[in-house]
């Protein structure tokens, strides 16, 4: 299978994420990305635009918990 990359020249602004997560957590992360056909750095933008669509009006996926409104903040519960 060929794995799909961003097309060279197509980002605008790119960067080395130099994050300290668990070794197996990575290379799950990159077996799904190499599973789905992907290098794992699209893939992760991927990720990201998918969870857009997840996000809760706080800016939070809608799976986990969610912040308590701040000092002055209604909580409003929507229907």
């Known amino acids: 299978m060929d794995v ?4 060279r020249g197509t980002r605008v602004a ?4 130099a994050w300290s997560i668990e070794t197996h957590r990575k290379q ?3 077996q799904i990305a ?6 794992s750095s699209l893939f ?3 990720v990201i635009d998918h969870l857009e669509d997840e996000l809760t009006d706080r800016g939070v996926p809608n799976w986990l918990p969610q912040p ?3 000092d002055g903040e209604l909580p409003i519960d929507t229907v």
Do not use: N, Q, V
């Open 44 to 46: 992760l933008e991927l």
């Open 4 to 7: 799909k990359r961003a097309p």
């Open 68 to 70: 308590e409104p701040a």
């Open 28 to 30: 799950r992360f990159d």
């Open 14 to 17: 790119p960067i080395r994420a």
């Open 34 to 39: 190499r599973k789905s056909g992907y290098t």
